[in-house]
């Protein structure tokens, strides 16, 4: 099967005297360039409304619409502001007519008679660079619509591993309320907390696809109490660091209309992010402020330092900040995840790092 030929480039010559044109195409008729002509200012308008052109040659003594007016016009639209253009004249040189014409956006001023080798020169510059500029624009389209397979794919594959998964954890609750035998119990045991682990590393890809495929992560908002809320999540971690002291302060008002589910995600990630990572000599401090009328701000601190070169990144997706090397406990979207949920509140989120000192800022309108 036959490749398809690519689209020749175009170039518009002007000139309103027909010998001109002629004289001018016949120094392309043997270059890979498809040449569109016309004899006033008003015919090259036309032209321009309906072809993307990679040059533009316009004679500078026109009636009616000059050239210098011409390329005022064509820098005036969004749609021609682009194009090279080169002035073309018979006049005499004269300095002044020529600054003139760089400041209507030529990019260069001849004179006749014109070297057809120098034109030609000049000419195919601007061919190839308008091609090269076709071709970055169709790899980047391409790459564009890969990456949203890519994401839609990870959206689909993500919600279908949900139903077997269910189907694991469920028969692992019924192994380890009905069997006697405390192997099995124990086996059962690994299998739900395993399970629940895939379970959230699923909810994480679903996630990230959701961002990135612009949809954002959807909420359920209902009136909360984000002191009862955060202190679910901490009970849930303590369970798990039983070791570590997490001191909590939390003053005024905090209630407000959020997604508890999702901002009990963003706080777990936080808070968890501060038990794995920071000083374990440490205690983690948890402060919620409600005084503002239209705010409640959340603070996460922990001992340890952030690296001043990871924190412009921090909260991209797969970053691992200042995870060590061998660890699997996820994949580097807890941070990335929290900034989205709080976003997605059309709140703000900001981390502070000074001395051995790590800080988490999050303020959340209440509305």
């Known amino acids: 099967m036959s490749a398809v030929a690519p689209e020749r480039v175009k170039c518009l010559l002007v000139d309103d005297l027909h010998e001109n044109l002629i004289a001018l195409s016949a120094l392309f008729e043997d270059a890979d360039v498809e040449l569109l002509t016309a004899s006033s ?4 308008l ?106 839609m794919f990870t959206a689909v594959l993500g919600h279908d591993l949900r139903n077997p998964l269910s189907a694991i954890l469920t028969s692992a609750q019924v192994l380890q309320r009905v069997s006697q035998e405390q192997t099995v119990r124990d086996t ?9 682990h895939m379970n959230r590393l699923i909810g994480d890809m679903l996630d990230l696809a959701r961002t990135r495929l612009g949809n954002g992560i959807p909420l359920q ?4 109490d984000l002191g009862m809320l955060v202190q679910r999540v901490l009970s849930e971690h303590q369970a798990v660091f039983a070791q570590r002291r997490i001191d909590v302060l939390a003053v005024g008002n905090l209630t407000g209309n959020w997604d508890v589910e999702r901002f009990a995600q963003a706080a777990s990630n936080l808070i968890g992010n501060s038990l794995k990572h920071g000083a374990e000599s440490r205690a983690i401090d948890v402060c919620l402020d409600g005084n503002d009328e239209q705010f409640v701000v959340l603070r996460v601190v ?11 990144h921090l909260f991209d997706p797969f970053r691992r900040g200042q ?40 303020t959340l309108p209440r509305a």
């Open 221 to 224: 908002r209902e009136p909360t």
């Open 302 to 312: 922990n001992g340890g330092a952030i690296a001043p070169e990871l924190l412009p």
């Open 46 to 151: 036309e032209l321009l409304l309906v072809h993307e052109f990679a040059l533009a040659l316009l004679d500078v003594h026109m009636p009616e619409i000059d050239g210098f007016e011409l390329a005022e016009l064509m820098r005036g639209s969004e749609r021609t502001r682009q194009v090279p253009i080169i002035f073309v004249t018979a006049g005499a040189r004269d300095l002044r007519r020529t600054f003139k014409g760089y400041e209507a956006g030529a990019v260069d001023f001849l004179h006749k008679p014109i070297e057809p080798h120098i034109l030609r020169s000049k000419a195919d510059v601007f061919f190839q660079l308008y091609r090269q500029k076709r071709q970055l624009a169709q790899q980047l389209h391409d790459r564009t619509e890969t990456l949203r397979w890519n994401e």
């Open 188 to 196: 059962a045991a690994r299998m739900l907390s395993s399970g629940r």
């Open 323 to 362: 995870r060590e090397a061998g660890r699997t406990d996820g994949l580097g979207l807890g941070l990335y995840i929290v900034q989205q949920i709080v976003k997605a509140h059309r709140g703000s989120i900001e981390v502070r790092t000074e001395g051995d000192t790590t800080e988490f800022k999050v």
């Open 41 to 44: 200012g008003a015919e090259a």
